[in-house]
């Protein structure tokens, strides 16, 4: 079948997406390969079609099907779609994606190559043309709808020009999957046959596909609420909220579970789901001060914590009961409890919750896996916002109502007035310790951060500490002292850097035992739940590398590429490293090396990189040279 009969079936709704299909997820490099092989000729590989019943059930997007009968892409969609794109000037109706991949395509009639536009380079250029118009118009009626002067040049490249319109005549070869017998799971099973070079479906996109063929509206009533979530603050995926959706109606965290259920039972679910996640977010805000995405660990602790709840109503809960369920908490992340095999794992933790073991049951667990549960300071040696203490410092900061060094107003979500957001304090700043010859690991050593207002944070500066700390102790006297920061003056000039970086630790750890403890006992000061979950999100920042960071990810994304990963963790040989910002599954997922942008990391955490496969650039423009070259080429 021809490019244009293909794209005109889309159009009348006789060619659709099967709802378990992933969303559109190529670059612009794969959109420009494409386009260039249609125009040379070669071959671009055929569709493979589900043939079956019109259902918008298994279907996605809204648009008008076809009565009796419907062609559903299971192979092909990320040729089709971009070659609707182009040809078309906008994504079809089952679009799911980032349509900068394939709008603005142009095409250099005199060197015959597609970039994509730019103005610098192509504004008032004539050997440039929109391929979207050339391919609307036609190459006969494109060349009559230009001025006397530029028909004239145009004629030069008719060739030229007929060739890159006949890609709309070009056949592509059409297999089609027909049968009574063929039901969606069988098709799902063809569809990750034959897509070798592409994302398999995993066993959640396989679960959410069942479900969503019994119940269309199921991923759009998913996504509202996670979009209700991101607004206060917390960013999930709907695989995690399928997590929780699964543990809450049957106790056990497999999704295969799920082929058990009914949809008004799943229905039922997701309702309950969404109130106990809630739940356990304002205790998590209100007990913890761990009130926003970026100091929110161990996420599937939390579909734990609803297999707990769903034994142990939370009206039944009194308060020593939800202290001790986030001590649990609190280990979780500290410890690494759900950064390996997570399914194991939390099947293990949710069969002595239904063994009735309850929260003595977890912490048993943990402690066979740790052997005790008490902090010490050398486990606050971590450094960067991505380490797994990093949560632990923020929690401190809040439950020991910690003050700022300058206003002495106590540091909360909630400071509204000017300059007065958090932002992460380097206590020695960067530039003193990186002129002292101090590496990055040591510069951005946990036992360094604070967190300030705004304003405070721009009043020190660069200010040494040695000069500025007297100031503030005899400003708002105890505002240091708050913060578990050393109070012999001596330890505050950088020479003796790495002492007082010991003893802030060895001070933290006492503070975070203390709390720990006190948690367990009960005997913490009671706080009355706020619910956090209708708020917006509060901003900590860490300015300079992570604006640096923010830049490039927002850069990916103007490109059509993912905007990676920030501050994602590898284990390389049993240790944890943290990447400022990675591409785990390669810029092409499944197609490419993983990627990571590091700024001014050590010898040892590139060596770690590189020894787990990452191919990995230490500075901004070097990474996008890189991702123009390989990617956007």
Known sequence: MKIQEILNQIDIGSYALPEFQRGYVWNRDQVKKLIMSLYKGYPIGGLLIWVTKTDPSITRGDGQLTPGVVNLILDGQQRITSLYGIIRGHAPRFFDGNANSFTGLYFNIKEEVFEFYMATKMKDNPDWISVTELLQKGASNYIGEADAERKMY????????????????????????????KTIDVVVEIFNNVNTGGTKLSKGDLALAKICSLWPDARNEMKDYLAQLQKAGYDFSIEWLLRCITVYMTGRPYFSELGKVSVDDFKCALIKTKQLIGLCLDHIASRLGLDHDRVLPSKFAIATMIGFLRLH?????????????????????????????????????????SEGEGVEGLLRLMLLQRGDLVLKADDF??????????????????????????SGIELTHSLLGKNSTLEVHHIFPKDVLYKAGKSKAMVNSLANYAFLTKETNLEISNEKPENYMPVYSKKQPGALESHWIPMDPELWKVENYEVFLQKRREMLAVGANEFLQSLYEDDVEKVIIENFTDRLAPNVQD?????????VAHWMEEQGLSSGQRNYMVNDNDTEVILDLAWPDGVQVGLSKPLALLLNESDEVCAAANRCGYTYLTDVQGFKDYVKANYLA
């Not at 040696?381 to 300058?406: C, I, K, M």
């Not at 300015?543 to 830049?551: G, L, M, R």
């Open 154 to 181: 145009l004629f030069n490249y008719l060739d030229v020009l007929n060739r890159l319109n006949n890609i709309k005549d070009v056949d592509l070869h059409v297999s089609n999957v027909t049968g009574e017998d």
């Open 313 to 353: 109503p939370a009206s039944e809960l009194d308060n020593s009961q939800w202290n001790r369920l986030m001590y649990w908490y609190v280990h979780t992340f500290l410890w690494g409890r759900y950064a390996g095999s997570t399914e194991s794992v939390m099947a293990q933790d949710l069969n002595v919750i």
């Open 381 to 406: 040696w971590g450094w960067s916002t991505g380490a797994r203490f990093y949560p632990l410092l923020y929690l401190l900061t809040r439950v020991n109502h910690a003050r700022d060094f300058s």
């Open 543 to 551: 300015e300079e590398e992570e604006n640096q960071i923010a830049e």
